[in-house]
């Protein structure tokens, strides 16, 4: 189902539910953790974070997955019902949730249902049991083509570890009970979905209808269009945006996802093509252009970057970025290593976009005016409310109302 078929009823609908659940939008997330995160205490060292965070009006932070896990990380669960991990003990991440909750801080759990490693052998001599742990599933809740009795994957295979069956019902009932576990024994709020890619949005929707988080996103990655032969980003990544934009739309408009598409084209942008923020029709050109109240933007991440830098922001412009993420529609996202590990300088630049983007009240759906766009030069009038600029080349509004909020390397920030 495309983008353009959604009917305007049906987005309404999806927007009307959205209204109610996530305060019209005005939601500014953060990722709390980085690849390393493990490694340091991780629950007792956010706690000391969390009233910042309040006073920086962030509304949700991202941790890490909770449960133990074959891998430090998290992204190898075993026992889902554990909640001792290589980031702190039970007791540990139930202070930080306190602390959260009393400073109006959304905790948003990281969901890896995609694959689970087992406990025990079973067929064919794989580890695709889960005999003396919570959930004691058989072969049957592992998909065929890793290894297990289930049916074939509903979507891309996670390779080198049993991939769970979600059209099995015993499984489904299975996770959403932990769902709820987590929603109301826990105190998790908002979900966010690993490797999306791996089953059905189906599944999603109906995690999300029964489980009935307060916002919820998912990791929908897909790979960007390049050309051969020296693989420059296409300026047209309409196809690209439209996957996403369908994964949303089969989840029934309940779960965003991450823009992958903007974090593509801003990244290439920055670097002297900042035509590229402008689609053939005037638009923004990721998510965020088409369906911008299910739009997660971002600049990076655990993956793309930290330790790992699989698709790395160039360092030096990454505040371009946020002025960017942080004054235009979409639900603006950032990165722990951004905030907390670049020195104070960084920090207080972010904390004063983000503070802008509140009093002016800029949220998901708000209006973008693009006003130039060339390689050195990007601009646009959000809302009719902030002004912005991006890149080397000089410009400023016109108009006398238009007063100078922030300033930094290469990007300014006005209002009225």
Known sequence: MGFKSVSDDKL??????????????????????????????????????????????????????????????????????????????????????????????????????????????????????????????????????????????????????????????????????????????????????????????????????????????????????????????????DSHRQRIINWIDYTGGLCAAFDFTTKGILQEAVKGELWRLRDPQGKAPGVMGWWPSRSVTFIENHDTGSTQGHWPFPVDHVMEGYAYILTHPGIPSVFYDHFYDWGDSIHNQIAKLTNIRRQQDIHSRSTIKILEVRSDLYSAIIDNKVCMKIGDGSWCPSGKEWKLATSGHRYAVWHK
């Open 12 to 237: 309404k609908r999806t927007e009307s539910f959205s209204d109610g659940v996530i305060q019209k939008g005005r939601e500014i997330l953060f990722q709390a953790f980085n690849w390393e995160s493990h490694k340091y205490g991780w629950w007792k060292n956010l706690e000391k974070k969390v009233a910042d965070l309040a006073k920086c009006g962030f509304t949700s932070a991202w941790l890490p997955p909770v449960t133990h896990s074959f891998s430090p990380e998290g992204y190898l669960p075993q026992n889902l019902y554990s909640l001792d991990s290589s980031y702190g003990s039970h007791l540990e991440l139930k202070a930080l949730l306190q602390k959260m909750d009393q400073n109006k801080v959304r905790a948003m759990a990281d969901i890896v249902i995609n694959h689970r490693v087992g406990t025990t052998r079973g067929h064919g001599g794989a580890y695709n049991r889960y005999d003396g742990i919570p959930l004691p599933w058989n072969e049957h809740a592992v998909t065929s083509c890793s290894g297990g009795l289930g049916s074939r994957s509903t979507g891309d295979n996670f390779h080198g570890v049993p991939n769970i069956d979600h059209t099995q019902a015993f499984v489904r009932k299975d996770i959403i009970g932990w769902l709820k576990w987590l929603r109301q024994s826990i105190g998790f709020q908002d979900f966010r979905f690993d490797f999306a890619k791996g089953y059905a949005p189906k599944f999603v929707k109906e995690y999300v209808e029964e489980s009935k988080p307060i916002f919820s996103v998912g990791e929908y990655w897909d790979t960007c269009n390049y050309c051969p032969p020296d693989y420059r980003l296409d300026y047209n990544q």
